[in-house]
C-alpha cells in the first residue's frame, strides 16, 4: 500500500523507467519540488526541510544520486 500523503512521489515513480532517468538528469529540481510537497502532506518536517535544500543545494550530490538510483530502478531517497 502506498503511503499517505506521497501521491506526487509515487507519480514520479510511475513513470516508465528511462522518463524517470531522463527527469532526473535534466530536471532534478522537479524531484526536490516533490519532495518538498509530499512533506508538506505527510506533515514530516525533516522531509520538508530536505525538499527544500534539495531544491536549491541539491544539484550537485543529490543529482548525482537520484540519477544512480533511478538507473537502479530504486525510488530515490526522501521521495
Same mark, same amino acid.
Given at each position: 500500500? +502506498?503511503?499517505?500523503? +506521497? +501521491? ?15 527527469? +532526473?538528469?535534466?530536471? =532534478? ?8 510537497? =509530499?512533506? *508538506?502532506?505527510?506533515?514530516? *518536517? ?17 543529482? *548525482?544520486? =537520484? ?13
Amino acid at each position: 500500500m +502506498a503511503k499517505k500523503g +506521497a +501521491a506526487c512521489g509515487n507519480a514520479i515513480m510511475g513513470l516508465p523507467w528511462i522518463l524517470r532517468v531522463l527527469l +532526473a538528469i535534466f530536471l =532534478d529540481c522537479v524531484l526536490g519540488i516533490c519532495r518538498f510537497i =509530499d512533506g *508538506i502532506f505527510q506533515g514530516k *518536517i525533516l522531509k520538508i526541510i530536505i525538499g527544500f535544500l534539495w531544491i536549491f543545494y541539491g544539484l550537485a550530490i543529490g543529482w *548525482i544520486l =537520484d540519477i544512480v538510483f533511478m538507473i537502479l530502478g530504486m525510488r530515490p531517497l526522501f521521495l
